[in-house]
């Protein structure tokens, strides 16, 4: 069974521009969590989707983040314009019961 | 509010036994799940505990006390290969909080 798959792996771009992260979870995974890992710092939390619907959000830095997720399948996180502090590791997650969660291998954000 | 609170740093010997604590304040708890994590990689889940007592799965064991809010991994006949970092993390409401992370070192 695959597992869950983020694209890119690494991506490096400069302040102001727009990024977007993708991610695949595993099928038949209804919940699908965004986390972020700032160097140094803990994973925390930035949103949860059930299928398509966000579950909660209460994570998201702030409106220059937008998250989707197009018929309850892949998500996409967009950052724009980002900022030198978006840089970090940023995991997908899914879930088939909300408690186990798979994480994705992550996408290295460099913002310079 | 909810915080997590575990040691930054454990050394331990190959073939030894090592645990590794983790407090917790949080409201509306739901349960305490362990990851482990290697360098460059994805969080890994490890277990969960949602009712005190200890859960076993080979090497690695969880326990929880909702009483104390105090849970620990314990890791028993240490390989190299767990050399990484492990976090204890909340299920509150539909979100896991994760605490900052135990960086386990193993001396050969």
């Known amino acids: 069974e695959a597992g869950v798959t983020q694209f890119p792996s690494h991506s490096v771009i400069e302040k102001g521009q727009t990024v977007t992260l993708r991610c695949d979870p595993i099928?038949?995974?209804?919940?699908l969590y965004w986390y972020r890992r700032v160097m140094g710092k803990e994973i925390k939390f930035l949103l949860h989707?059930?299928?398509?619907?966000?579950?909660?959000e209460s994570g998201m830095p702030n409106n220059r983040f937008l998250a989707e997720r197009t018929g309850g399948t892949y998500s996409t996180l967009k950052v724009q314009p980002a900022e030198l502090e978006d840089s970090g590791v940023y995991f997908c997650?899914?879930?088939?019961?909300?408690?186990?969660?798979?994480f994705g291998p992550g996408t290295r954000l460099t913002v310079t | 509010g909810q915080s997590l609170e575990q040691p930054s740093e454990v050394t331990a010997v190959e073939g030894a036994i090592v645990q590794i604590n983790c407090t917790y304040q949080t409201s509306g708890f739901y349960g305490l799940s362990w990851y482990q994590q290697h360098d460059g990689g994805a969080p890994t889940f490890l277990s969960y505990n949602a009712l005190d007592g200890l859960e076993e799965t080979g090497r690695f064991s969880s326990f929880l006390s909702r009483s104390d809010s105090y849970g620990y991994l314990l890791l028993q006949e240490l390989q190299m290969k767990d050399s990484a970092s492990y976090f204890c993390a909340v299920k509150r409401d539909d979100k896991i909080i994760f605490g900052k992370g135990t960086r386990l070192h193993i001396l050969p």
């Open positions: 099928s038949g995974h209804d919940n």
């Open positions: 997650a899914s879930s088939p019961n909300k408690y186990e969660q798979y």
């Open positions: 989707f059930v299928k398509e619907s966000k579950q909660d």
